[in-house]
């Protein structure tokens, strides 16, 4: 008598959506990723420490004399609030490649493989970028302070103003997630998101007064979500209103995240 053995037919594991707080620690555990990432290439670094005073000493020492009636002192005070909120803009555009990159190396593709949220990968990379502003302001703050700038508020509002650019930083990089999951190689990112970077900071109150521009950018400027977030960082560094610019900022910051977060997971969910 012969006995035949069956092979037990292998189960199918159904992927069960995870709760938000496992999802919270996959994305914590990409941030980390990321952050190796980036402590073994620490010329990706260049656009939060370098550029930033390259940009100081720029429109300070050759800029500032024009544009500050010769009194490079008094503009650096004008000037340094306006500059913190450009580099933040600037520096959410790596973010955008560094994503398109991964796509294209087909690291997604592996993510897509595992048991975690799906959001994971794209909130992971935002949370990484946390330490790289911070890196931005010291370096920012700590260079100005070199040059001659001084805090005329205290601490705690300083340290609000930074809280404010950190909230508007993390949300506006949203926008180079979705540039990033949208495009074909990060050569494209940088492109595209320089188109939008660079007349948003021009056309603000980061270099001169908006009184001084023609009035139809005026109407502009007014509503160009950096020129209120300047005008909070003015206020609490400098002393001044901030409940206006406070409300616009915070608007803003809330349509970057109701419109670009879906926006990205959508066109990861397409991508990856």
Not at 165 to 193: E, K, N
Not at 235 to 243: D, K, R
Request: hydrophobic fraction near 55%.
């Amino acid at each position: 008598m012969s006995t035949t053995l069956e092979r037990p037919t292998p189960t199918t594991v159904l992927p069960t959506s995870p709760s938000p707080f496992r999802g919270l620690r996959h994305a914590a555990a990409l941030a980390v990723r990321n952050l190796i990432k980036t402590a073994r290439t620490p010329e990706a670094l260049i656009d939060v420490t370098i550029q930033p005073i390259i940009f100081l000493l720029l429109f300070t020492y050759i800029f500032g004399g024009a544009l500050g009636g010769g009194d490079r002192t008094s503009y650096l005070q004008y000037l340094l609030p306006g500059l913190l909120a450009q580099s933040i803009a600037l520096a959410g555009v790596a973010l955008g490649q560094n994503l398109n990159s991964d796509i294209q190396k087909g690291v997604f593709d592996r993510f897509r493989s595992l048991p975690i949220a799906r959001s994971a990968p794209l909130v992971g990379a935002v949370l990484a970028d946390v330490v790289r502003y911070l890196i931005l302001f010291a370096i920012t703050m700590g260079a100005a302070y070199v040059m001659g700038f001084r805090v005329q508020t205290g601490l705690v509002p300083t340290l609000a103003a930074l809280g404010v650019s950190m909230a508007f930083a993390l949300s506006f990089c949203w926008i180079s997630v979705f540039v990033g999951l949208l495009v074909r190689t990060p050569g494209a990112v940088q492109g595209l998101m320089f188109l939008l970077v660079m007349p948003l900071s021009f056309g603000s109150n980061v270099f001169v007064n908006t009184a001084t521009m023609p009035g139809w950018l005026q109407s502009f400027v007014h509503v160009n979500p950096i020129t209120h977030l300047v005008g909070v960082v003015r206020g609490l560094m400098l002393g001044g209103p901030v409940a206006g610019d406070l409300a616009w900022t915070g608007g803003w910051i809330a349509v970057f995240l109701a419109v670009f977060v879906p926006l990205a997971l959508r066109a990861y969910n397409r991508r990856a």
